[in-house]
């Protein structure tokens, strides 16, 4: 269950790579500890009253220590990028070989179904989030696995860059509350939306141990490796690239559907779709959770919303503030859950270096 577990896909940087990551993880982290905070004083200084992000953007539009700080924080995020992907295309051919030898083998029990049908979502065409070379869609051979291989890999340097410790998965903080939450509770099926590499949908294969666990992506590239590397740590996961607004489950199929750190990159309509699919295909008694970055916009200071939009802008975060600005409980109740069956709470990893907003709903025995 922890969080970066190691397995045979991962690539060792040489020394030089080595070097190359840590400077941009050491500069990420200054940048984003020591010194962003910089971007609130030089604001205060200035003694204006904003009502508004955009009154805060008019005022701050020439400050040169903050142009300063904007400019390194955009070039680190490349920098750490480039850093991750060396060592990943130095070994390209190895992990589309060991993608090979994976998949035929099956030895776990896990299975991979692309399908070409499924449409890319035009919010993810010709887009690199959060500046990922090559964009989550990158797909360029039936053996590409690099889109997953970057993910992971920069998930890693990206949570040491924010201080989140590597003890704890983000499925172990949420199956640690959901035993305190709803004691007994023991799903035999499994969904994970928006899996991505899959790193949230192998700790819950070995949580509840005898599931059936399912995943889901659109990206064809990400499930190719999300696949090798369940294999690769001998855990059975059944990965489909699939909408999440466009299940291809029936109705009330699963005990667990749960997403990731995924609202966030979606926009509001596909979020509510994904939510009405939650509510067809979860049995009753069923609970579904959605853990996410804790931003959220009610309660914030024009300065706040104004900082915060800094990743929407210069880091491809498309979606970042309008989930910040959504109130998902609500839509959770649109998509036909009743008010009482629906939660919503901050959940925080056990070193404290980080807090998740988690929301959802457990289907009533209706
Ligand atoms: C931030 S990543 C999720 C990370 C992953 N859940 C984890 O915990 O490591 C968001 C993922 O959502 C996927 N995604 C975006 N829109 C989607 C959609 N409509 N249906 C399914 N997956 C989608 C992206 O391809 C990407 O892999």
Redesign the pocket.
Known sequence: MSRNESHALLVSPTQDEGARQRFALGLKRTLGRRLRPLRRVRFEQKRAACESPEAVEAVMREDPVDRFWQALNRDTQERMWAAVAAPLEREEQRLAQQFRDLSAEHVHGGTLRLDPGVAT?SY?KGIAIHLQPGG?TLDRSQDDVIAGAL?EAG?AIYSAGAGIGVGQS?AEIVSTWLAQRFPGFAPRRIL??????G??ATPYAQHFKGAEVHA????PG?LRYAHARAEALGVAVHFRQ????RLDFPDDFFDFVV????MH??PPA?TAGMFRECARVLAPGGITVHQDVPLRYAGLSAFEKWDYGWDRDHNNEPFWLEFAAADVKAMLQEAGFMPAEVFETILEQADGSMRWFVVGARKGLR
Not at 192 to 197: F, Q, Y
Not at 242 to 245: K, Q, V
Request: hydrophobic share 40%.
């Open positions: 979502p993810l989550y993910y998930g983000k994970d939306i928006g899996t991505s590499a790193a949230s889901i992506d659109v990206c990400l699939m909408a999440a607004d997403s990731h750190n995924l990159e979606m596909t």
